[in-house]
């Protein structure tokens, strides 16, 4: 497969490289140190890692799915999703750190599914990159599932990572991404308003609170749908 010039939006990659495979993201965790057999050991795992390591592990997910070398994070620009605005890039580091302060005072009660939904849905409204944030939550989603731990694996990483034009090109379907269902009257340009939706995530089990790729994970693990097979 060629290396591309640009993302799926046209923005330049100036320094191409392959684009990540299914078997090229387990290696990258790996060398990050989460390689855990079971959902629950990559969450304990990911919330032992530094504030800039994690980070680093997002930037890193978003470049190699795009076939670039170099990191394709927006610093300077708000970012419109359709017509609504997201955050502005001052506020993002600040709810960030809150999201991961969060996730690492889950206790164990909470389904590893559902953080990492939670997570995912950070990347979404934090829209840090010129492209591909929708597939970067998703991969993250996937790690934190029993289905990354399948023999079809693979497949489902192909699936989730696709993008949207690639999608529609091929006349294929195209996959849910992760879309959070607010309450009436949200601010979604509001950081403190961004911070306690995600915190809620963690705490809720309501039924509806956002869609994704896997549908929404239950909060806790004793109603998870493998531990009730």
């Known amino acids: 497969m060629s290396e591309k ?3 799926s939006n046209g923005h330049e990659i100036k320094n191409p490289t392959s684009e990540m495979t299914a078997d090229g993201l387990r290696q990258k965790l790996e060398e990050w140190g989460i390689d855990g057999e079971t959902p629950a ?32 994070m927006n610093h300077e620009t708000v970012v419109k999703i359709g017509t609504q605005e997201t955050l502005k890039p001052e506020f993002r580091y600040d709810v960030f750190k809150q999201l991961i302060d969060d996730i690492r005072q889950c206790p164990d009660t909470v389904n590893p599914a559902r953080i990492g939904d939670v997570l995912a849905l950070g990347v979404v409204l934090l829209h840090p990159f010129r492209d591909g944030n929708g597939r970067t939550a998703r991969v993250l989603g996937l790690i934190f599932r029993d289905d990354y731990d399948k023999s079809d694996y693979s497949s489902t990483y192909d699936v989730v990572t696709e993008s949207r034009d690639t999608s529609r090109a091929r006349g294929g379907m195209i996959v849910y991404g992760y879309t959070p269902h607010f309450p009436e009257g949200f601010d979604q340009t509001n950081p403190v308003e961004v911070s306690a939706y995600l915190a809620g995530l963690l705490r809720e089990e309501n039924t509806g609170l956002y869609i994704g790729p896997y549908g929404q994970a239950p909060l806790s693990v004793e109603n998870s749908p493998e531990n009730n097979t």
Not at 45 to 63: R, T, W
């Open 41 to 72: 050991s990559r969450i304990e795992q990911f919330k032992h890692l530094s504030m800039e390591g994690i980070a680093i592990v997002i930037d890193e997910i978003n470049k190699s799915l795009q076939g670039s070398r170099d990191s394709l």
């Open 5 to 7: 010039t640009t993302t």
